[in-house]
């Protein structure tokens, strides 16, 4: 039980604060800077929707207002089945450079996005979602990078509304996936803004659920980096109920174990991210366990310092439980908040899990 106490802590321990440690301390002292200049490629955005007319008036008023030239910009929007009234929004708002691929039954996001690729003429492609706005001058900070002939992909950075706990643990997020692409590449993009090159990009198998995780490691096998530009900036204005963000969680977690099936290569010695894959995303799926036998073995051992463990962790989820039925007092408030953060992201990888091993998938999400 002793073993299983130490060893859960140390999984816990590092997978949170650990490799945070590790990555900024690389990025800090052997770093790989990108050489940044004004420039102005050709750009293609790709925009899939599935059912989007609350959003999309809003979100093509954004796309128009970008800062960037008119004659190099290309925006191409994929309605993939849409049974409301976003195909008959898409067909009024087509123009010269503003065009609409409509798929009649709905195949899912990847396909939709292998179809828009299929027809981009710029040289970056820019992938965005329907919900998010996108700041005026991003477009110019996600391509200054490409002047760097090494940078292959550059991940935007994206604002949400979020509690107390969802909120540290996003910040903590984008500081490792800058950290990660100072030091060499991110894992990963921010999947309501990110640029590829489009000689990088490869068809996405069908069932693709994070293509903003599986696009980048093409890209990296290809030999080029993916970084993060936090200058390029979209904002989600959206606060997401509980129930909405615990979807998007096991989603995206769920998405991190089909990784291992598309593209099993992710965990061999050639993949040059490797490492930072098993320390940034795999160990993550590993701490609900962790949990468990940091608790199992508090109960069994329970003295010293397991005793002051155990008073610890029934602490931790009575901070989560005043959060939920909403008994919270100053800085018990903040506690409580990130107490129940984190349980509720290890209460969706456990759900994850569960979904993957019982073989069920997603096929669209919005």
Known sequence: ????????????????????????FRARFWPRPVRRASLSPSVTILLAVHCEEKTLPGKLHNLAALDYPPDLLEVIVISDGSTDET??????????N??????????????????????????????????????????RNLVANFADPSVGCVSGELIIPSSQGVSLYWRLEKKIR?????????????????AVRRNLLLPLPQETILDDVYIPFQVVR???????????????????????EFRRKVRTLLGNYQLLQLAPWVLMRANSLR?????????????PLALVGLLVSTLWLRK?????????????????????FRAKVGI???????????????????????????GRKVLWAR
């Open 222 to 244: 290809q030999g080029q980096r993916v970084i993060f530009e936090p200058l390029a900036l979209a904002w989600d204005d959206l606060r997401p109920g509980p129930k909405r």
């Open 1 to 24: 039980m002793k073993m299983l106490f130490w060893l859960s802590l140390a999984l816990i321990f590092f997978a949170y604060a650990g490799y945070p440690i590790w990555l900024y």
């Open 178 to 194: 800058y950290w990660e692409g100072l030091a060499g590449s991110t894992v990963g993009a921010t999947g309501a803004l990110y």
């Open 304 to 324: 010293g310092v397991y005793e002051l463990a155990l008073a610890l962790q029934v602490t931790f989820y009575a901070l989560a439980a005043l959060s939920i």
């Open 98 to 139: 503003r065009r609409t691929v409509i798929l009649p039954n709905n195949r899912g996001k990847a396909t939709a996005l292998n179809c828009g690729v299929a027809e981009a003429k710029g040289e970056i492609v820019v992938f965005t979602d329907a919900r998010q706005t996108i700041a005026s001058g991003a477009l």
């Open 332 to 358: 018990v408030a903040r506690l409580s908040d990130i107490s129940l953060a984190f349980l509720v992201l290890n209460t969706a990888a456990a759900v994850a899990f569960i979904y993957f091993v019982t």
């Open 87 to 96: 195909n008959r929004i898409l067909a009024a708002w087509e123009a010269s």
């Open 275 to 287: 490492l930072q894959f098993v320390c940034h995303k795999l160990l993550r799926l590993l701490i």
